[in-house]
Each structure stands twice: as C-alpha cells, then as structure tokens.
C-alpha cells in the first residue's frame, strides 16, 4: 500500500498529461491527443477540493488554450472511513461510495459545475477490484450503480484500473465459474464501459 506521506508538491506544467485513450486512432486524434491533468502525480491520495479547483483556474488560465482540458480526480477522495484498515462502511446504505465531507465539503455535484464552468472537463477514479490502489472501496460487483453515481455527479470520464490487485477475487463476481484476474478485468471493465455509455447518453453526454 501507498504511504500517507505527503509528496513535495510540483509546479502544475509538471504534472499536466494525457490521461484518455482514443477509442478509434483517426489522425485527428493523433494529431491532437486528449491531454489533461491527474491529482495523482503531485498530491497521491492528500487530495482535497481547494487542491482541484485550484488546479482547474490553473489550467482554464494557462492551458486549455493549448488543448489541456481533462483534470481527473484520482485516488483518495472518499473518507478514512471507507478504507480497508478502518472499521467503517465502504458504502453507504444506498450502496454509493461515500465522498469525504471533510475533503470535499461542497460535494461532487458542485465541484464538478465549478469545473465544468471553467469550460473544462472532470473524470474520477475507481478501481477493477473491491479495493483502490490507496486502499479506499473499489467498484467490483457495484460497476453498474457506481457509473450512474459518477455521471449524476457531473463526471465527464472515469479512470478504471488494476493497480489495487484482482487476483483472488470471488468467482461469481469474476465471471462464472472462472477465478481469475484476467476475467475480472473483462467482466468489470465491461460492465463500467456499459452503464458510463447508458447513463451518460441518458444524461445527454458521451462518457
């Protein structure tokens, strides 16, 4: 697991990327790739609301003339609570990820508008397995409710991956009758694409 020390923070040109992957590799695309900014590569998991907006003011002044138009809200943004060395829920009782209050105390919904205001667009992070690499409830057998959460939240895109580990999980949640990480990535990740398409074509959004 990643150490709660906190990095040196980094001039934000340092740490501005690509963060999506073009689904068709027309030359369009390769011409001009989707280039942004992630909260991973300065802050880890020491992720809080005044650290993302003003990172958004950053790049809706000095970037997004330049094409930088994603910021993606990595690990870390639910509470303590919900992490695995801690005793408390994973989910709420409605089975959403909890959001911490104490990070984020204007909530999602509105963080999102703010950046959206800022004619920029804003992803969030989840796992393939019940765990995040920081050790905070991944989306495995939730994919389904956690898309529609993130697109009611006001999130343009979703960063899914791998590196909390997905070796050992349940067969039924891995697929039938296989146990094994590999199918846990097909089935998962199918699963997010699906609904993320479903509720954003609902919400009148590609996703």
Known sequence: MLSRRRSPPLSPITVLLGMLSCPAYSEAALNNPPRGWSSW?????NINEEVVRGAADVM???FLPA???????D???PPDSAH???SGPARLPDGTIPVSSEKFPSGFKNLTDYIHSKGLKV???TAVSHWTCGGYTGSLGHEELDAKTFVEWGFDFVKHDTCGGYNGEPANECGVGVLGGGNCIRNSTTKMSAALKKYGAAAGKEI
């Open 41 to 45: 590569n300065s802050f880890k998991l």
């Open 60 to 62: 809706a002044d000095k």
């Open 67 to 73: 094409g930088y138009e994603y910021l993606l809200i």
């Open 75 to 77: 690990d870390g943004w």
């Open 84 to 86: 695995y060395k801690h």
């Open 123 to 125: 992803g969030i992070y």
